[in-house]
């Protein structure tokens, strides 16, 4: 008879057991469904939350892009004006030289130099200006027997 209370004793602590594990996995189980539920309602709010703040990132980094093209453009049109004057400059430099030693190959051979030719044309007006003032200058008399004088030695 012990044995057989000890059988029933065993039995009914194995049932109890047994529904006790049941009752931990049906919990078990619904809570799973329960936090799975509560994941699918709060993923849509994350994720909606999430793109909100990706588009206010997204918005930042383009003005903060956008600032830096400026200034990497601003940059880049100094050096390349800085560039420029210093080529513009060195052609001049060259420029210079070329023409002083060109200048100074013609001198050398006698060629007269643009200066020269504007004295020389200066001079030419004048002496030319003066010619014309002793022309003028002349009694018509004196031009009279040169004429002639001229004249008879074509006749001749």
Not at 6 to 31: E, F, H, N, P, Y
Not at 43 to 62: H, N, P, S, Y
Request: proline share 2%.
């Amino acid at each position: 008879m012990v044995k057989r209370l000890k059988d029933i004793a065993a039995a009914s602590t194995d049932s109890k057991l047994a529904d006790t594990v049941r009752d931990s996995a049906q919990q078990i189980w619904l809570a799973g469904l329960g936090a799975f539920s509560k994941a699918q309602e709060e993923g849509v709010k994350v994720f909606d939350a999430l793109v909100k703040e990706g588009k206010g990132l997204e918005a930042k980094t383009r003005k903060l892009t956008g600032d830096r093209v400026g200034e990497v453009t601003e940059q880049m049109n100094k050096a390349a004006q800085s560039a420029t004057t210093k080529a513009n400059a060195a052609w001049d430099k060259l420029e210079q030289v070329f023409e002083d030693r060109v200048a100074r190959s013609l001198n050398r051979l006698g060629v007269p130099t643009n200066k020269d030719i504007r004295s020389l044309s200066k001079q030419v007006e004048e002496l030319s200006a003066a010619v014309k003032t002793l022309r003028a200058r002349q009694p018509q008399a004196a031009k009279a027997p040169a004429r002639k004088a001229a004249t008879k030695r074509k006749a001749g």
